[in-house]
Structure formats: C-alpha cells, structure tokens
C-alpha cells in the first residue's frame, strides 16, 4: 500500500466514522439518552485521534501503531465498552 491509497482509506474510515456518530448522536438526543455528554465526549476523542492520524499521514508523519491502535479502540473498546450500554437503554426506553 503507498501513501496514497493509505490517505484514501483514512479519508474513507473517517467519513464512514463521522456518518456513523452523526446518526448515533442524533438517536440518543431523540431518545434523551442520560449519559449523552460522555457518550458525545468519547466520539470527539475518537474523531480528534483519526485527524491527527490522517493529518500526520499527509504530511509524511504516518505512525505505524496509530491506525491499528484507533481500530482497536473504535470497534472493540468503544462498540463493546460503550455503545452497549445505550443499546440496553434503548431496549427498554422503546418498548
Ligand atoms: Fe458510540
Ligand atoms: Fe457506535
């Protein structure tokens, strides 16, 4: 893969990042989702973490553990530490 196609695929993951928040965050406004900031907070960090990513990237900096680091925290600890517990709220706020 050369410089490229890796600026490519983090122009891809950041949008598909963004677009996800974005409806996820507009969800839990609408249902009122108690722990909304921290939630919020948490997608600011991530989104500010592949920035810097694919800011370094473009000006030659790319850090090699960064990306696999970011998709550990993106999938794993955010999806399974927090996303889960909006889905239990959701289950029982929508019934
Ligand atoms: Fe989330
Ligand atoms: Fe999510």
Redesign the pocket.
């Known amino acids: 893969m050369n410089e490229g196609d890796l600026i490519a695929l983090l122009n891809d993951l950041a949008a598909l990042v963004h677009e996800h928040?974005e409806t996820?965050e507009r969800v839990l406004r609408e249902f009122g989702y108690p722990h909304f900031k921290t939630?919020q907070a948490?997608?600011d960090a991530l989104r500010g973490r592949l920035t810097d990513l694919l800011y370094a990237t473009i000006h030659d900096r790319f850090d090699i553990a960064g990306l696999p680091q970011l998709a550990r925290d993106l999938v794993l600890n955010?999806?399974r530490d927090?996303?889960l517990g909006?889905k239990r709220f959701l289950a029982r706020t929508s019934l």
Do not use: Q, T
Request: aromatic share 20%; proline share 0%.
């Open positions: 928040f996820e939630h948490e997608h955010h999806v927090c996303d909006y």
